[in-house]
């Protein structure tokens, strides 16, 4: 069974940094590519980074030159760094396939940023 855990979370002030951690466990790591994404109050779950199996990275355009993706298959681990953070990065952040499947979606971490 596919576990995944999202952590690193926190209430930080705009301009601030987070870097949030995804481990997943059950499957054979290298194998797939991963995407971070996030859900605001109200709204959809959106795709804001991804990986591919060999490192390659998308970005959507509202985090693009902010955010970093990138994964350790050693540790089965993806991370996102968040730089340059903004209000309307809060949300909460899961992490999934780059292809989500329903069944992988955890809890997701709280990120908050507000002054």
């Known amino acids: 069974q596919v576990q995944v855990v999202e952590s690193g979370g926190g209430l930080v002030q705009p301009g601030g940094s987070l870097r949030l951690s995804c481990a997943v466990s059950?499957?054979?790591?290298?194998?797939?590519?991963m995407g971070w994404y996030r859900q605001a109050p109200g709204k959809q779950r959106d795709v804001v980074a991804s990986?591919?199996?060999?490192?390659?990275?998308k970005y959507s355009d509202s985090v693009k030159g902010r955010f970093t993706v990138s994964r350790d298959n050693a540790k089965n681990t993806v991370y996102l760094q968040m730089n340059s953070l903004k209000p309307e990065d809060t949300a909460v952040y899961y992490c999934?396939?780059?292809?989500?499947?329903?069944?992988?979606w955890g809890q997701g971490t709280q990120v908050t940023v507000s002054s």
């Open positions: 059950g499957i054979t790591f290298r194998l797939h590519g």
């Open positions: 999934n396939r780059d292809f989500p499947v329903q069944s992988w």
């Open positions: 990986i591919t199996t060999v490192g390659n990275t």
